[in-house]
């Protein structure tokens, strides 16, 4: 009875777990494209939350890359930057774990003022690489 009661929970959390997030493939290019401009690096995204909707893709190719606030820093490892577009906004966040090779870049929106984020992307930014000269 207990084991059948331990299957019955992990089956849950990984249902649940699924539910929450998108296959990487759904990742928008729009999406790549906004964090590309922004911070001048590649974007590899790992996860695409089921929180990105079409309204959120129309609003960030819309808005230019000048709209987005300059870079501000919480911390020897954290960088953010800030999008506001009438009461909703987007934060990219930048963080650089102690032993990560790249840093990894979270898109979060906030619906209203006092709304809890919600993630939207996140992957890991890694260096533009030039083609190689002849």
Known sequence: ?????LLIALWLMGVSATAQTKPVSTSSSAIVTTVESITDKRFLPDTAYAALSTEDIDLLTKEPVANWGLPLESGPA??????????????????????????????????????????IARGTLRPKTEPASK
């Open 78 to 119: 954290i960088t953010y930057y800030n999008l506001i577009i009438g009461t909703r906004s987007y934060q990219l966040l930048i963080t650089q774990a102690p032993k990560a090779s790249y840093p990894t870049a979270t898109l979060l929106r906030f619906i209203t003022p006092k709304s809890k984020p919600e993630p």
């Open 1 to 5: 009875m207990k084991h059948s009661i």
